[in-house]
């Protein structure tokens, strides 16, 4: 790797080179089509409908001047397997390997394509606990009980810190580490040219390798297929349905153990492209009768406030960049200030900018990590010229400065099926079922936020995928079960795939996403949470899910697709209002201003959601295990250095010195 840029070349970069690099030109966001959403895809035989010719779905609803492209049905709809993994991305990734390795058969379907699909492109950075180097165990448990609020499930932490440079190995032996130089160090930056460098860097471009690593494996994939929900024959999984989506097409997945890797959701990116993820796997998990974990925590991916809709200005998605190597910053001497700067610039200032408004930005106020102190961007301390862990370096970029760029997002790993506290596999308490993965496994390993561990996604979901696709291959193997998904079944599925089709009169699944959009997108209801600001929101998301979403209506696949997806949404919201309601506190990224302090006496718990026998939902509190909360008698301004707006007057402590930043 060339030498990172200085800090007075960083200074002296011109604001028209900047500009141009940055992708705001004209032709800077030319590149997306290399990323998430828009993987390649092969034109299918029968793709193209003619003038006059009918889709193969929603027959009579179309019009010639107005022709609905027909799409080829898949060559095969039925599949026999061990272990189905539903989701492509890391968690899904390692799950289907490792079960593969076990000796089980196995299939992997996804929405989009493995590799390109929900947040799998989107990583920037990789970070691994190596004890070869000098990390100190204790002082990382340290940082993540103090920066997760006491909220951490220190079980799986200790799981990260046992096997994170194993799955560091793991992805790098696959090909998916390589490492190429930034583009500000290359000829490329000057004149603007993305294409040039994705071309002299496709050969260690990690999403196009997925596939083949996975076809290598002898494992079958089943793309662009939406799964809608999971089979049970008895109490014990025996598959799962769904519709393959370009065409309309059932398809029907035949499984002794299911491991969902689906990761969670939003409810429309505005800035942030992860808009296939849309809780498809918690909604299956919740009617499953699963309980649901912490959904009043929030995740916090920023943009600029002048291009809020456009966050590759400020992460760099436009030239594909390394995912950069991290970790070994945390130290006996600064577990501590590490916690408390972190969380200080990560989730109480963008608090506090929001409740107070954000300052003029014209995008002049220009950030270069590779010039910033190695602690800062997430790089090892050890000192050795062998430690790789170099930090994250994006090249020179616009600073964010406001939040929301994906409404509905939960902090990483907050959310997701709760499997209890002992739980280290990702067993769900149905026979034959795991979840694994940010989003879907709602084990809260960084606690109430994610201000402790920059690069550790993609990390802790290889570590979860691996250990519930060989727990999964492992049931397998000794099943009963017949792993067919019985034929009523999937009548019963198929009609809900195809209800939106036959629905004469109702509404566009399209302007209901956008509605639910503007109910949950004000920071009255994301941010800057109270009783009356959340309760005005419930009452219109409880308004869409009575009167607008059992009339959703669709004319072609794809809006069948999305008619499930505001279903899922609409279901999702409601959870994450009522478990902001329940939480009357505020802790780590769950703000309130009716209640802006710590509340230890009452929530140093989990909160669940349940679906009840009557169909309500039924919030539980789970006390966390006494070893995990730290020590609950210390002086309060002691255990909560960082203040929440308002909480120095609600608690009579005086007033922080500095709000927000890194010290």
């Not at 046992?162 to 130089?181: N, P, T, V």
């Not at 499953?288 to 912490?294: T, Y």
């Not at 010039?371 to 600073?399: C, N, Q, V, Y």
Request: net charge negative; hydrophobic share 40%; with cysteine.
């Amino acid at each position: 790797m060339s030498t990172p840029m200085d800090k007075a070349g960083a200074d002296n970069l011109s604001r028209r080179s900047f500009l141009k690099a940055s992708g705001l030109a004209a032709s800077g966001l030319g590149m997306m089509a290399a990323l998430g959403g828009c993987a390649p895809q092969t034109k299918q035989e029968g793709s193209a409908a003619t003038e006059g010719e009918m889709p193969s779905t929603g027959e009579g609803r179309v019009t010639t001047e107005l022709p609905i492209p027909a799409a080829a049905a898949p060559e095969k709809t039925v599949y026999d397997c061990d272990v189905l993994v539903i989701g492509g991305g890391f968690a899904g990734l390692n799950a289907a390997m490792a079960a593969k390795d076990a000796g089980a058969t196995v299939v992997m379907v996804d929405k989009g394509q493995p590799g390109y699909s929900g947040l799998t492109p989107w990583p920037s950075s990789h970070r691994w606990f190596d004890p070869e180097m000098g990390d100190d165990a204790d002082a990382f448990k340290k940082a993540i009980s103090m920066g997760g609020e006491y909220l951490v499930n220190q079980g799986w932490y200790q799981m990260w810190i046992d096997h994170s440079k194993e799955a560091y190995q793991r992805l790098a032996d696959w090909g998916l580490m390589d490492r190429f130089d930034r583009c500000a160090d290359t000829e490329y930056w000057d004149d603007l040219d993305i294409q040039g460098y994705y071309d002299a860097n496709a050969s260690v471009d990690r999403h196009a390798r997925w596939m083949p690593l996975i076809q290598d494996a002898g494992i079958e994939v089943a793309p662009y297929t939406m799964v809608v929900d999971v089979a049970r024959d008895g109490d014990a999984v025996c598959g799962a349905v769904g519709f393959h989506v370009p065409s309309g097409t059932v398809v029907t997945f035949n499984a002794k153990a299911v491991v969902m890797a689906m990761g969670g959701g939003c409810y429309k990116p505005t800035g942030y492209p992860v808009g296939g993820n849309t809780f498809d796997g918690e909604y299956i998990a919740y009617n499953l009768g699963l309980p649901i974990a912490n959904k009043e925590f929030d995740d916090f991916h920023v943009t600029t406030s002048y291009a809020s809709g456009n966050s590759f200005v400020n992460n760099q998605w436009d030239w594909l960049e390394n995912i950069w190597l991290c970790g070994g910053d945390i130290t006996a001497d600064t577990a501590e200030s590490y916690a408390t700067s972190k969380e200080k610039a990560m989730v109480v200032a963008r608090v506090s900018n929001t409740v107070n408004g954000l300052a003029v930005n014209d995008g002049t106020n220009i950030e270069d990590q590779a010039a910033a102190d190695i602690g800062r961007r997430g790089g090892s301390l050890s000192g050795r010229e062998d430690d790789i862990r170099i930090g994250k370096m994006l090249s020179p970029k616009p600073k964010a400065d406001c939040y929301g760029a994906a409404v509905g997002m939960q902090s990483h790993f907050s959310a997701g099926v709760f499997c209890g506290l002992d739980d280290l596999e990702g067993a769900t308490g149905i026979p034959g079922l795991w979840v694994a993965g940010d989003g879907i496994n709602g084990c809260a390993v960084t606690g109430s936020a994610y201000p402790v561990g920059v690069g550790f996604t993609s990390n802790f979901t290889s570590i979860q995928g691996n250990v519930a696709g060989t727990a999964a291959a492992a049931y397998a193997a000794s099943a009963t079960t017949s792993g067919q998904v019985p034929a009523d079944v999937v009548e019963s599925i198929t009609a809900e795939i195809e209800a939106p089709l036959a629905q004469e009169k109702g509404f566009s699944p399209d302007w209901a996403r956008d509605e639910l959009l503007g109910i949950m997108s004000p920071f009255w209801v994301l941010v800057d949470k109270s009783e009356p600001a959340l309760n005005a929101a419930l009452t219109q998301v409880l308004q869409m899910r009575d009167k607008v979403v059992p009339k959703l209506q669709a004319t072609n696949p794809h809006q069948q697709r999305l008619c499930l997806e505001v279903k899922h949404k609409v279901l999702s919201a409601e959870m994450k209002l009522r478990a902001s309601l329940e939480r009357q506190e505020s802790r780590g990224a769950h703000y309130r201003s009716d209640f802006p302090y710590r509340d230890d006496d009452n929530f140093l718990c989990y909160i669940t959601i349940t679906k009840g026998d009557d169909g309500s939902m039924v919030i539980d509190r789970v006390p966390l295990k006494s070893e995990w909360v730290g020590d609950t008698g210390a002086d309060y301004a002691t255990r909560y250095a960082v203040r929440f707006p308002g909480e120095a007057k609600a608690k009579s402590l005086p007033e922080e010195e500095k709000s927000g930043g890194w010290n």
